[in-house]
């Protein structure tokens, strides 16, 4: 069975810092992987995917996924985040055949500081 | 950019009581879920259907029921709502042709059953 896991239930950065935002899978093969995002009172938005090629994936609002076979992880940055970032994102995989079926996982919520 | 409406947007149910969620989308997607989120968990999925007339099971489908009359109307229904049930509720579509597999979700609904 497949899974994701974020281990850091909350982050907090100042304005103007780098960001790190950690998610582990575990799946057989090489899955589907999104980072979604969700504003308060919002349904999830698509930041960035990843399926295959270049492990660094580029996505909405200068964010940026680095995949890593090895380490079974799609971990997400920024460079240097805005108060409006301030959100819930969540990690998910779909299999390989791609149903469009998601594993997510429990979600990390970011504060950034002004 | 893709449209996925739900109804209601709040909804409080008493214990036993038939609850349809309702869920309309306008991009003529094949492909439509239902999810629910509980608090300090991602959202886990309840239904999905691959057209009009299809309903699969996702995986938490026990005491929930799905239909799907038309390619735009995707409905969940609790037909003895429990407050365990109590939950948001997200609707989603998605394209998966080629490389698109991208999943445009509801802003909810938050159901209470009391």
């Known amino acids: 069975a497949q899974s994701v896991t974020q281990p850091d239930a909350r982050v907090t950065v100042s304005e103007g810092a780098s960001l790190q935002l950690r998610c582990k899978y575990s799946?057989?093969?090489?899955?589907?992987l999104f980072w979604y995002v969700q504003y308060p009172r919002q349904g999830l938005q698509l930041l960035l995917k990843?399926?295959?090629?270049?492990?660094v994936v580029q996505g909405v609002n200068s964010f940026e996924a680095e995949f890593s076979k090895s380490n079974s992880s799609f971990h997400l940055q920024k460079a240097s985040v805005h108060w409006s970032d301030s959100a819930v994102y969540f990690c998910a995989l779909s299999q390989y055949t791609n149903t469009g079926k998601l594993t997510f996982g429990d979600g990390t919520v970011l504060t950034v500081k002004p | 950019e893709a449209a996925v409406t739900q109804s209601p947007r709040n909804k409080v149910a008493v214990t036993g009581g038939k609850v349809t969620l309702s869920c309309n989308q306008t991009n003529n997607h094949n492909n439509m879920y239902w999810y629910r989120q509980d608090t300090g968990h991602g959202l886990r999925l309840i239904h999905y259907s691959y057209g009009a007339g299809s309903t699969e099971k996702g995986d938490i489908p026990d005491g929930y029921k799905a239909s799907r009359p038309s390619q735009e109307n995707f409905s969940l229904i609790l037909e003895l709502a429990t407050p365990s049930q109590t939950s948001v509720y997200f609707c989603?579509?998605?394209?998966?042709?080629?490389?698109?597999?991208?999943?445009?979700f509801g802003a909810g609904t938050r159901l209470s059953v009391l």
């Open positions: 799946y057989s093969a090489t899955p589907y």
């Open positions: 990843y399926y295959s090629g270049d492990p």
């Open positions: 989603a579509s998605g394209d998966l042709g080629g490389r698109q597999n991208t999943l445009y």
